[in-house]
């Protein structure tokens, strides 16, 4: 056995060991990207539902202020202070949602 014989034996030896050792590396890799990226979808799913929350809130707040002063106190009233026209009817929903 010469020299030429032994690298070939220690790279076909190494082939053989460091093949399974990259693939599995890989795969650890790839579960742990899909894990981070299903992660990132939730957190965006949340992030979009508060934009669009804030959004709507924006756009309340802007109709109540581009009305007159009467409309403006009304609003301030029911929303601060929980007051009610006369003889209106207020449904509160109890159960959370």
């Known amino acids: 056995m010469d020299v030429v014989d032994i690298l070939r034996e ?3 030896v190494a082939l053989k060991l460091g093949a399974p050792l990259l693939l ?6 790839y579960i742990s990207n ?3 990226i299903s992660s990132k979808r ?3 799913e949340t992030l979009n539902e508060q934009v669009a929350q804030q959004q709507t809130e924006n756009q309340e707040l802007q109709r109540v202020l581009s009305g007159d002063a009467d ?3 009304e609003w301030v009233a029911r ?3 929980n007051y009610a026209a006369p003889n209106e009817r207020i449904f509160v929903d109890v159960t959370g949602n």
């Open 34 to 36: 899909q894990v981070t």
């Open 42 to 44: 939730a957190e965006l």
């Open 71 to 73: 409309q403006i106190t």
């Open 79 to 81: 929303d601060s202070y």
């Open 24 to 29: 599995l590396s890989m795969l650890a890799a």
């Open 10 to 12: 220690g790279v076909g």
